[in-house]
């Protein structure tokens, strides 16, 4: 079985603009969710959306959304970029809820 | 909102066994907790997961007392490929908006 894949696995852009990354997840898993990983703060929850509904959403600013697909896929959007979104994102997919969670390598942003 | 607080840091030599701990004082009843592994530059792994008392499959060992206000992660016989980062995660409950909360990790530094 295919494991998480997430593209592009890194990206260089300046303050201002926006991104778009992207998650595909384990074939039959319904729940992706993203996480924010920096040196300082660690790995911090986004979001999760589950049948391409944002079920949990985690304390960042709306300049951080993201949406599912039919098949599963999701992708993430960052707007008006800040020197501090540089991190490495990171998309699980599970099952459900509280089932293992299997992560992809992440996305590299690097913030000009 | 629950919280977890674990070492920042352990040190021990290959062939020991290795006792990580994980406090979440506030862990609500349907919670779950499960310990992930990380690798520089790689997404989280799963290691282990439970709800009381202790699991065990073949990599680890997790004890979770009555009052399911801390865990151990137990590594048996830890060789130089466990030197990582290991993450305590406890699912939170808070009204409608369900909530992952990682602890900070604990970065584990096996030494020949």
């Known amino acids: 079985k295919a494991g998480v894949t997430q593209t592009p696995r890194y990206l260089i852009k300046t303050r201002g603009q926006q991104v778009t990354l992207s998650c595909s997840p384990i074939s039959g898993h319904r729940s992706v969710s993203w996480y924010q990983q920096t040196p300082g703060q660690g790995l911090q929850f986004l979001f999760e959306?589950?049948?391409?509904?944002?079920?949990n959403k985690g304390n960042f600013p709306g300049r951080f959304s993201g949406r599912q697909f039919s098949n599963s896929r999701s992708e993430m959007n960052v707007s008006t970029l800040e020197l501090g979104d540089s991190a490495l994102y990171l998309c699980?997919?599970?099952?459900?809820?509280?089932?293992?969670?299997?992560f992809g390598p992440g996305t590299r942003l690097t913030v000009l | 909102l629950a919280k977890t607080t674990q070492p920042i840091s352990m040190d021990s030599y290959e062939g020991q066994e290795v006792n990580i701990t994980c406090s979440h004082n506030?862990?609500?009843?349907?919670?779950?907790i499960t310990w992930y592994q990380q690798f520089p530059s790689q997404g989280p792994r799963f290691i282990i997961q439970?709800?009381?008392?202790?699991v065990t499959n073949e990599v680890a060992s997790l004890f979770i007392p009555a009052d399911r206000k801390s865990s151990t992660l137990s590594l048996p016989r830890v060789s130089l490929s466990d030197t990582a980062v290991y993450y305590c995660l406890v699912g939170a409950s808070m009204d409608s908006n369900y909530q992952l909360i990682w602890g900070a990790g604990t970065k584990l530094i096996i030494k020949p």
């Open positions: 506030n862990i609500a009843t349907n919670d779950y």
């Open positions: 959306y589950f049948s391409e509904t944002q079920r």
């Open positions: 439970g709800y009381k008392t202790k």
């Open positions: 699980a997919s599970s099952s459900d809820r509280g089932h293992e969670q299997f």
